[in-house]
């Protein structure tokens, strides 16, 4: 939408429509104040209900589930009363704040809350960090729609709360694939795997092997997911495939491959992990002494298959995990056995979260630059795209060829699709501060046209 279609008439139907929701979200607020005081009140008591969500359960006609949200929000949201009567402090002030304002809905405050739970239930956080992460959650929501705080949110609990999100361990032993054959000859697959790497690295094959080939492709996605599959398939039986390989030399074979990772947490010489650090954290990647595949024209450069991100001293100490493009975790010891493989990059982090090491699958520098920006965007930089790194364009903020702008991590952002042709032919700006990209709204959206900060990793720098 231009400026210029943005006339009179529509700016006043654009202006009562945001009304209309902010008095709606306002009036939100004023029922969990409701609710309050039938809890001072003691009206569930008088009236011969249990509880008050029982109370709201019979009085206003909604599900149980409905009702004890309702109580949970307005204990969280608004002033309560201690044992004696005495005020007590709200337990969510920003929220409660926003909400209370028209700026967030139910969906917003649902996800903080669940957010907030987890966090004072986990152990060597530090109760300053919880009160910084309910006011960063309240100040996203102000401008995210409810799928993409939630991912902020994760990510936010993810980095301040690493061990209490790294996968259980063993999970992946609990992978499973049906394949079942009908009498008419067909097949049905059904499966899942757990392990959240093994679970990236067929996602990605798949969504590269299954876009759309192109304008004129109107197949919907699990058919082109089908014909991806038939591919792979294909490619296994030919020449030079697995599954022709085990046909020849045989499936049971013995893996006569020494073992590279030393056993246990200490060395020869007693040492462990932490009191050394060695000159390569993760193994020389496995080169095959075949020729090199010719796939490479299916990946663009800069897009290896999988990006493995995490913190040295995580590695040093074997704790923590590591991060998939996709926001997905892997612990340690996962990261290691599959950083052997030569598809498989690993970035490692400093103190500071820059980046001090890039795995490179060739010499080109656009590759590490690709990586070093898909770690500091992470996705769409656009505020409250979700859309991951692959399905991204490098942008020039300043223009190469017209404005003669340098291929640097300093003039560059990720853009999905979309939000580069809004860029390019929009009215949204777009401009680097302090290395990281923020975008200004025009003035149908924002009529004040603050700047937004872009980019899907900039809370971990907080």
Not at 42 to 56: F, H, I, P, Q, Y
Not at 408 to 434: A, P, S, Y
Request: aromatic share 4%; glycine share 8%.
């Amino acid at each position: 939408m231009s400026e210029r279609a943005v006339g009179t008439a529509e700016r006043a139907a654009l202006d009562r429509l945001q009304a209309r929701m902010v008095a709606i979200r306002c009036e939100q607020y004023r029922l969990l104040e409701d609710v309050a005081e039938l809890e001072r009140l003691g009206v569930a008591v008088s009236t011969g209900n249990r509880t008050t969500e029982r109370l709201l359960q019979d009085s206003l006609r909604i599900d149980l589930k409905d009702a004890r949200r309702l109580v949970g929000e307005s204990e969280d949201l608004t002033p309560q009363l201690s044992l004696r009567g005495e005020p007590l402090p709200v337990r969510m002030p920003n929220t409660a704040r926003v909400m209370a304002e028209g700026l967030v809905d139910d969906d917003h405050v649902e996800i903080i809350r669940k957010a907030m739970a987890r966090l004072t239930k986990a152990e060597n956080v530090d109760p300053w960090d919880v009160v910084d992460a309910e006011r960063i959650l309240a100040d996203e929501a102000t401008r995210l729609p409810p799928r993409a705080l939630d991912k902020v949110a994760k990510r936010l609990l993810d980095h301040l709360d690493p061990d209490g999100a790294a996968p259980d361990e063993g999970a992946d032993r609990w992978d499973e694939l049906y394949v079942t054959r009908r009498r008419d000859g067909s097949l049905v697959i059904k499966g899942r795997f757990r392990d959240p790497v093994d679970a990236e690295l067929i996602w990605e094959v798949f969504d590269t092997l299954a876009t759309p080939t192109g304008p004129d492709d109107d197949r919907d996605r699990p058919s082109r997911n089908a014909s991806a599959l038939k591919d792979l398939v294909e490619d296994a039986a030919g020449p030079g495939g697995l599954a022709a390989e085990a046909r020849r030399e045989g499936a049971t074979e013995p893996d006569t491959e020494p073992d590279t990772e030393p056993d246990g947490d200490a060395g020869a010489d007693g040492r462990s992990p932490a009191d050394d650090v060695q000159p390569a954290l993760i193994p020389e990647p496995r080169r095959s002494e075949a020729p090199a595949p010719t796939g490479e024209a299916l990946r663009s450069p800069g897009r290896p298959l999988l990006t493995i991100t995490m913190d040295l001293r995580w590695l040093q100490l074997a704790i923590g995990h590591g991060t998939l493009d996709s926001g997905a975790l892997s612990d340690p010891a996962t990261i290691r056995r599959w950083a052997c493989d030569a598809e498989i990059v690993p970035m490692v982090l400093g103190s500071k979260s820059e980046p001090l090491d890039i795995g490179r699958r060739s010499r080109l520098v656009p590759d590490a630059m690709r990586r070093a920006l898909t770690f500091r965007d992470g996705g769409c930089a656009f505020p409250g795209c979700t859309r991951r790194p692959r399905r991204c364009h490098a942008h020039h903020v300043v223009h190469w060829a017209a404005d003669e702008g340098p291929t640097c991590l300093e003039n560059l952002t990720l853009l999905c699709r979309h939000h580069h042709q809004v860029i390019h032919h929009g009215h949204w700006t777009v401009q680097m501060i302090d290395g990281l990209p923020w975008f200004t709204p025009p003035r149908w959206v924002d009529p004040e046209r603050r700047p937004r900060p872009g980019g899907q990793r900039r809370l971990l720098s907080r």
